[in-house]
């Protein structure tokens, strides 16, 4: 059996390649052959005849990228991804992810998505704010509809200050979110591996509304509830996930669904914690793959 991890050949970021290098470390304890492939040209092909060509023979990988076509090359020649390609994507646009888990029983922050342009002059109404505050109350959250680490996340506290994110976001695929004020600074960070809940870390910040640790924000250990494994199951059961990272808000009935990251980082996890995420998961995907057999 021969694995491989697929990352993205330009990023740099140090908790991406921890992730990477732990995962082929768990691999390499347990004897499986794994390497680590940075997706650069030439990964996948299509010939003239239509037939697919891999530069690699591969069983299964680990997809760290968000590559969606070399992911679709993968999974044709049939290569099993962890996660899968359909879900990746799924995840990977945050817009998708609502409407996909919309009606499925999971409580989530109300969303109205912004129309799309593609016309460079074209200027935002100015009825086209005033819509967005009388359903969604000030302040409102504006979020990229891809991005992750929290830094396409702005809080528009003011109409002047939603205009303005509206007009500069106007050509970026972009929604609006309900502010949850019981959950400003703080919010629930769970990795679930093979649909179940593993680890659970509350993080904080005294200085953002956002309190993703790659801004500044803290994280500590937050005890598995029966919300919370009720919750992650559902929603990794209807996104077909293998391994996940979940962020709910703290509403005043409960907990609220933020967003699901497909790829989630797990360092902090597990510094926080100090659960080994990369050996439960490893254990998961070396599992599934057994009993594919």
């Not at 997706?39 to 239509?50: K, V």
């Not at 679709?72 to 996660?83: C, I």
């Not at 679930?192 to 809940?197: E, I």
């Amino acid at each position: 059996m021969k694995g491989l991890i697929v990352i993205n050949a330009y990023s740099e970021n140090g908790d991406y390649l921890y992730q990477a290098h732990r995962l082929l470390e768990e691999f390499s304890f347990r004897g499986v052959c794994v390497e680590l492939y940075k997706n650069r040209c030439g990964m996948g092909s299509i010939l003239p005849n239509g037939e697919i060509e891999l530069a690699t023979d591969a069983d299964f990988a680990v997809f760290l990228d968000k590559d969606k076509y070399v992911m679709r090359l993968l999974e044709q020649k049939g290569v099993r991804l962890f996660n899968p390609a359909s879900t990746i994507e799924l995840c990977d646009d945050k817009m998708l992810t609502h409407l996909h888990l919309a009606q499925k029983g999971i409580p989530m922050p109300k969303i109205i998505p912004a129309p799309f342009c593609y016309t460079p002059q074209a200027d935002i109404p100015e009825t086209y704010t005033k819509t967005l505050i009388s359903s969604l109350g000030l302040p409102v959250v504006v979020k990229h509809s891809y991005g992750s680490l929290g830094r396409e996340v702005f809080l528009a506290k003011t109409e002047d200050e939603l205009f303005t994110l509206a007009q500069n976001l106007r050509l970026t695929p972009h929604f609006y979110q309900q502010y949850v004020a019981e959950s400003h600074g703080k919010d629930l960070r769970v990795i679930a591996v093979g649909k179940q809940p593993i680890a659970a870390m509350l993080r904080t910040s005294n200085e953002d509304f956002r309190s993703n640790i790659a801004l500044g924000g803290r994280g500590e250990p937050f005890a598995l509830t029966q919300e919370i494994i009720t919750l992650t199951q559902k929603i990794t059961s209807a996104l077909s996930l293998d391994y996940c990272g979940i962020d709910f808000l703290f509403g005043k009935e409960g907990l609220i669904l933020c967003e699901v990251n497909s790829n989630a980082f797990f360092k902090g996890m597990e510094k926080a914690t100090g659960i080994n995420i990369a050996a439960a998961y490893t254990e998961y995907i070396l599992q599934t793959l057994k009993e594919k057999v």
